[in-house]
């Protein structure tokens, strides 16, 4: 099955600074890629997604960057601010089934 | 639209005993899955279904039972439970092909002692 590997576990930045989250792949047939926002006592939210025919997509101050020959791809937030505090989780998908990446929680400090 | 919806938010249970989290969607989704999340473990699936009358097993399927007897409703019981099931448990639903992005519950805290 597929195996999902996200670095780093913890990340502490300065308000508006940027945070860069990796992950990497095991199955080259995943081909969507999404990445999720978690808060604390709520479930996670999508907040920005890839699919395998595009390698980079931007949406505000997020973007996700998709490297399919070493099946890595990563999240960039950047400016961040302290609302971006929560924990980000990467994930893989062929067709329907998801795979987890273990998370990264962030802490902006103001 | 009241999206994902899952009952109870947090429940105790002592080794042994039986229960089902309800998982209710309006989105009218074709796909439901159930995940367990544990710390420093992501999301683990739990089961999954294509649509009603459809299920299948997931990464750690053990000591869980699911049925989708409607579009609507995806329950999880637990047969016997054991303090190895304690966590937080999550319901998310999606259109056909996680490609369009999956909407998942307020999860349900269970403590089993």
């Known amino acids: 099955g597929e195996n999902v590997e996200q670095h780093p576990s913890t990340l502490s930045v300065q308000e508006g600074d940027s945070a860069v989250i990796k992950c990497t792949y095991s199955d080259s047939a995943s081909n969507y890629f999404p990445w999720y926002k978690q808060e604390l006592g709520k479930g996670p939210q999508l907040i920005i997604d890839i699919r395998s025919n595009v390698g980079e997509k931007k949406d505000q101050r997020i973007a996700v960057t998709l490297n399919k020959t070493a099946k890595h791809f990563s999240l960039h937030i950047t400016e961040t601010q302290p609302e971006d505090s929560a924990v980000y989780f990467c994930?893989?998908?062929?067709?329907?089934?998801?795979?987890f990446g273990a998370g990264t929680t962030v802490t902006v400090r103001a | 639209n009241a999206g994902v919806t899952q009952t109870p938010k947090f429940q105790v249970l002592k080794t042994g005993q039986s229960m089902t989290l309800q998982c209710a969607q309006d989105m009218n989704h074709e796909y439901m899955s159930w995940y367990r999340q544990d710390p420093g473990m992501g999301l683990r699936l739990i089961h999954y279904s294509v649509g009603a009358g459809i299920t299948d097993q997931g990464e750690v399927p053990n000591g869980y039972n699911v049925s989708r007897s409607t579009t609507e409703d995806f329950p999880l019981r637990l047969l016997s439970a054991a303090p190895s099931q304690t966590s937080v448990y999550f319901c998310?639903?999606?259109?056909?092909?996680?490609?369009?992005?999956?909407?998942f519950g307020p999860g349900t805290r269970l403590t089993v002692t």
């Open positions: 998310a639903s999606n259109p056909p092909r996680a490609s369009r992005g999956q909407y």
């Open positions: 994930a893989a998908a062929n067709d329907y089934k998801l795979s």
